[in-house]
């Protein structure tokens, strides 16, 4: 009973960086930038599959394929704030349509994958998939290991990019108050889209990690909506620090629920977690 | 015009569509029509809540499904008549609308939409793990052999979505003249200042939501006998949420025409697609039309022939 | 009909680590002509904001008309009488000029439950009286799209006046207008507290402040530092030292 409770808990925290790194990007764009980007895990699906293509054909190891794609995906992300503001921000309609905008891109990513990959599952090799270190009673695998290091270097390094560069604090800069930015003589779009480039090209490192720990088909990119929206609003809306608690804490919920009554409703304690934060949250979040 | 005039159109529009129907042979076109005439509910519904109020809902399927999945409850427990079962389901998502929207509404319209879409697949999650409607294996619904009123049982599916069709776009027109109408309008244009003129803007939007919710689990509860055989995988499909979208989009959110247009021009083309093409590539396409819609032409068709959106006169 | 129509004790807001509000008192009598000035940043919006119901302070009272208002959402607080207009116009943008002003008369007066119901007729009367008192009476078909800066600034005056309300709290109504614009709004303002509205005028301009209010209120940092008559207030050594070269 007990390795097992310790088990859930451990898993539950590597499952945690996962989650992290998986919202970080959504941390970015939604947290700081206000852009509902709805789309974002589709975008992580879209590094699985890339990361899958690179691995199964030449071997490559699939978190270096998420960084050799990087600059690929921050074009992409690039384009897509382009359009998202050439269409809606700079009209003030970012409601609506700029929502359905990211749907119907979520939609189109899913079903474009499917017209390529079909729906079977697919999954990556490398030689610590199937390996784990034994501490104690706790059994820590690999697969899940590999990633969550990723994650925490990823979002140390993204971290000190935000706090050290000029570009980075003007992100953060923007975030607040994009009026004194144009003071500084910096164009807030500009330092938008490269926020939100970079927002896109963490969604490549997190596929990478999304498929060393489970197989992927292009629809499961649903399942984690509830999850990295649910970090996003419970860490504070683009606190690096604050999400990474959430989804700490989101992935030991997870686990033990998973662990004790069955893993198929993990997605129901993410949703039920973003309820709760929405419904009890102070007004702070109404007109802001 | 009044709005008793319009009902009675509404009438007489569904007794014409229903007396030409009458000279059609063939089964396939009546198969056809209840999924345009199914998506004219639908797209007229999310409009309720999404072109009248500004509130998007993503989790349209999560509604269409529970009307799906009451029906599947009760006909196992006693098979009750399609009208009872559309009430019903629509009396369910009506209820679970105003859970969600009570929890929901009070923050900011863009944690309402993420919310409906995590909502769908909570749902998905439970009816998946619920054995008694099948689970994810799915179930399996024998249509009555007879009918009432029209013999066959695909005709009757066909009037009974024709009726519904009918009197969601009369409630929608209903609505949009109302002075409910007129408050939710305010909703849409600045919430704030819809607070600061006296409209009470949570109560409005729970009725739009709970209005918007029922009439999509009515939607849906036919669904069961129309495809004989439900799987969570296909009741809670993501394209239900991408069409109501994309056919107000594409058609005009201004007022109830929008979605009907959207809905008869999208389901049309999408019938075509996927008897020629195929299914998946279809779906490609209305994903392409929302986006390219939502960037080019945010007023839809209905918008490019007005310069500006047009309320009626109160 | 006895005590302050306004009173508000210790109210306090913060936001994350910065304070808007530090504890602000004030009382406002039936009647009075009260001005409220501040630089910058002062907290004069989020005051606004909180007596309106659009934010919630944390800490303090606020009493209107004998009634508690904490807790009360917005559109409570209208009906209650106590209307404001925002600083940026907000119109309803697909609605007609008179359409906007039915709003305030559907949801807000024929909301309360004291007093008649006005009739459809009443409705348009009231809409054109409204109009013609901002002189906007030729465009009320139009939408706000089509109305000038000033224009949309007496919309938004009329908009709140259409709540009938018994204190009216005008947030900036005069910023980016013209002399004879800004005399055009005084002159109605007037003529509303004639009518027995009372009004909290805040602003910047300060010849419009002087003339208008027989009492001046000042907050800097979000503290209040001055109450009383306009041409004492404005030689407070603290007052002027906020406003250095005003």
């Known amino acids: 009973m007990l390795d097992l409770f310790l088990n859930a808990i451990a898993s539950g925290v590597l499952l945690g960086g996962f989650y992290a790194v998986m919202t970080v990007g959504l941390a970015i764009s939604f947290g700081m930038l206000d852009v509902g980007n709805l789309a974002h895990p589709a975008f992580v699906i879209l590094g699985s599959f890339t990361a899958y293509i690179l691995n199964s054909r030449y071997g490559i190891d699939p978190i270096v394929a998420g960084i050799i794609v990087l600059p690929g995906f921050a074009l992409l992300g690039a384009v897509i704030y382009e359009t998202y503001y050439w269409s809606f921000e700079r009209r003030g309609e970012e409601g609506v349509r700029g929502l359905s905008f990211f749907f119907g891109l979520l939609f189109i990513t899913e079903v474009a994958l499917i017209l390529i990959f079909g729906v079977d599952y697919r999954f990556v090799e490398a030689p610590y998939i199937g390996r784990s270190i034994d501490i104690g009673l706790v059994d820590l695998p690999l697969r899940m290991l590999v990633p969550c290091i990723t994650a925490f270097v990823l979002i140390g390094v993204l971290q000190l990019f935000l706090s050290r560069t000029f570009i980075g604090r003007a992100i953060l800069a923007v975030a607040q108050d994009g009026q004194a930015l144009r003071l500084m003589a910096v164009s807030p779009k500009h330092v938008k889209r490269v926020a939100f480039s970079l927002s896109i090209a963490t969604a490549a490192i997190a596929g990478s990690c999304l498929i060393i720990i489970q197989p992927v088909e292009p629809s499961i990119g649903r399942d984690y909506i509830g999850r990295v929206f649910a970090v996003t609003v419970m860490g504070g809306m683009g606190s690096f620090p604050g999400m990474v608690i959430a989804a700490l804490v989101l992935g030991i919920v997870e686990s033990l629920t998973a662990t004790f009554y069955g893993p198929s409703w993990s997605p129901a304690v993410a949703f039920g977690f973003l309820l709760l934060t929405l419904a009890f949250r102070p007004s702070g979040i109404m007109g802001r | 015009m009044r709005t008793t005039t319009f009902w009675l159109l509404t009438a007489a529009v569904v007794a014409a569509v229903f007396g030409l129907s009458r000279y059609v042979t063939n089964d396939y076109y009546f198969f056809a029509a209840y999924l345009v005439l199914q998506y004219i509910v639908l797209a007229t519904a999310w409009n309720i809540l999404g072109g009248y109020t500004g509130y998007v809902n993503f989790g349209v399927a999560g509604f269409f499904a529970l009307g799906a999945y009451s029906t599947v409850v009760l006909h196992k427990l006693w098979g009750p008549p399609i009208p009872v079962l559309i009430v019903v389901g629509g009396i369910v998502s009506g209820i679970v609308g105003l859970g969600m929207g009570y929890l929901t509404l009070r923050v900011r319209g863009v944690f309402f939409g993420i919310a409906t879409l995590a909502l769908a697949i909570v749902i998905q999650t439970f009816i998946t793990n619920w054995d008694y409607v099948g689970g994810s294996r799915g179930v399996y619904i024998i249509r009555p052999a007879t009918a009432p009123l029209v013999g066959n049982y695909i005709e009757y599916l066909f009037l009974v979505m024709l009726i519904l069709a009918g009197m969601s776009v009369a409630i929608a027109r209903t609505v949009e003249h109302s002075i409910l109408g007129f408050g939710l309008a305010t909703v849409r244009d600045d919430e704030m200042a819809a607070e600061a003129s006296g409209v009470p803007t949570l109560r409005l939007k729970l009725v739009a939501t709970v209005l918007s919710g029922a009439l999509m689990g009515m939607a849906g509860a036919p669904m069961p006998y129309y495809v004989t055989y439900l799987d969570p995988a296909s009741g809670f499909s993501l394209s239900y949420a991408v069409n109501a979208i994309a056919m107000p989009l594409i058609g005009g959110t201004a007022n109830w025409l929008g979605p009907v247009i959207g809905a008869i021009f999208l389901g049309t083309i999408e019938q075509v697609a996927t008897v020629t093409i195929s299914s998946a590539l279809n779906l490609l396409i209305v994903g392409v039309l929302l986006v390219f819609f939502v960037v080019v032409a945010p007023n839809g068709v209905m918008g490019m022939f007005q310069s500006r959106t047009r309320r009626g006169d109160r | ?246």
């Open chain 3, 1 to 246: 009909m006895s005590g302050p129509l306004l009173q508000v004790a210790g109210m306090g807001k913060r936001f994350g680590g910065f304070v808007a509000l530090d504890g602000i008192d004030l009382a406002v009598e039936r009647g009075e002509r009260v001005g409220l000035i501040g630089p910058n940043g002062s907290g004069k919006s989020t005051f606004v904001n909180c007596l309106s119901g659009v934010l919630r302070n944390e800490t303090g009272t606020v009493q209107f008309d004998g009634q508690a208002l904490n807790g009360l959402p917005a559109y409570k607080r209208t009906r209650l009488g106590l209307a404001r207009s925002f600083q940026l116009p907000r119109p309803f943008r697909s609605l007609t000029i008179a359409q906007n002003l039915r709003i305030p008369l559907v949801y807000t007066v024929n909301a309360r439950r004291t007093g008649r119901r006005l009739t459809e007729a009443a409705i348009g009367e009231r809409c054109a009286q409204l109009l013609g008192v901002v002189g906007l009476a030729e465009k009320a078909d139009r939408r706000p799209s089509d109305l000038t800066q000033i224009e949309m600034r007496k919309l938004e005056l009329a908009r709140a006046l259409a709540a009938d309300p018994k204190l009216l709290i005008a947030d900036e109504s005069m910023a980016g207008l013209s002399h004879s614009e800004v005399d055009e709004i005084l002159v109605l303002l007037g003529r509303l507290v004639d009518q027995g509205i009372t009004i909290i005028l805040i602003e910047h301009i300060m010849r419009a402040v002087m003339s208008f209010s027989e009492r001046l209120v000042v907050l800097v940092a979000g503290r209040k530092i001055a109450d009383g008559l306009p041409q004492e207030v404005i030689r407070n050594p603290e007052v002027e030292r906020a406003y250095l070269g005003e």
